[in-house]
């Protein structure tokens, strides 16, 4: 973790995200597969949109409206960062298609292993920085982030199927509260690095996720249910394999408040249209 946050809460968020990804491996099983295999062509459409469009409006939307700096910094690792850990949640929550949600969210994150380098490699060269992560470093993030506890809840579930649903009900609710807390934690800590860098990158946020979910949706054309999946699963982006970037590349603390910023302006648009989704549904 950068140095503008603690140990102590970098270990928290460490946990939490860890626990977060073996409830969801507690859900997963062999039907998941197959209905991906099933419905191969919307979950290509989707991993396009979860990977192209939206570093693409990312970098229109700092040409258009001139953001510069430590801002656009990390508005735009963000836009390069697919794949959140709790973006398989999301999309199991807003998805009547939800079997399709767990294939989609493995495959995005796999998948940074190659565009995440790619993405920060073209960034470099139009804005003539020396800007670089290995592919080494994207592979550890996202398996210790994120498929190692995914997988040791999936076996769980295959090895002890009673215990696994009663674990994750309980897991679930823990990591709920745990969340909230975590994110009240990191507002309070980077409060002086936030108000520094303004609103620009919370609005960029909520203005990048708002056009994510629709690319996302539009991917998944005609097939309904999965729309909403598409759509969250393009939305989401990897704060914490953003922040690795910003690591690697000793970026100022600020890129980091911005990383941040962007994320709480995300999952206010992505709450909301979870939200909507389950009220539709009843």
Not at 48 to 70: D, E, S, T, W, Y
Not at 215 to 229: H, K, Q
Request: hydrophobic share 65%; with cysteine.
């Amino acid at each position: 973790m950068p140095p503008s946050i603690p140990p102590w809460l970098a270990l928290l968020v460490a946990a939490v995200v860890f626990a977060v990804m073996c409830s969801l491996g507690l859900m997963l099983g062999r039907e998941q597969i197959a209905a991906a295999l099933r419905q191969r062509g919307v979950l290509a459409a989707a991993l396009f949109a979860a990977l192209v469009p939206v570093p693409v409006a990312a970098l229109l939307c700092m040409k258009l409206f001139g953001i510069k700096g430590v801002v656009a910094a990390g508005i735009l690792l963000m836009a390069i960062s697919p794949g959140a850990p709790i973006a398989l949640r999301r999309t199991i929550e807003a998805g009547r298609h939800s079997a399709l949600a767990p294939p989609l969210h493995v495959l995005i994150v796999v998948l940074t292993i190659v565009t995440v380098p790619v993405s920060l490699a073209i960034l470099a060269a139009l804005y003539q920085r020396e800007l670089g992560v290995s592919p080494l470093d994207v592979a550890r993030q996202v398996f210790f982030a994120q498929l190692l506890p995914l997988g040791l809840g999936a076996a769980v579930r295959a090895l002890r199927p009673a215990a696994a649903a009663s674990l994750e009900q309980r897991l679930t609710r823990m990591t709920n509260l745990l969340l909230v807390a975590v994110v009240l934690a990191l507002v309070v800590v980077l409060w002086p690095l936030l108000a520094k860098v303004g609103w620009t990158p919370f609005l960029a946020g909520i203005g990048l996720t708002a056009l994510a979910l629709l690319f996302g949706a539009a991917c998944a054309g005609r097939d309904a249910p999965a729309r909403p999946v598409s759509a969250v699963a393009t939305a989401m982006r990897n704060p914490g394999l953003a922040l690795v970037i910003a690591t690697v590349n000793k970026l100022p603390s600020e890129v980091v408040a911005s990383v941040f910023a962007y994320a709480l302006g995300l999952a206010a648009v992505v709450t909301a249209f979870v939200v909507w989704q389950v009220r539709r549904a009843r």
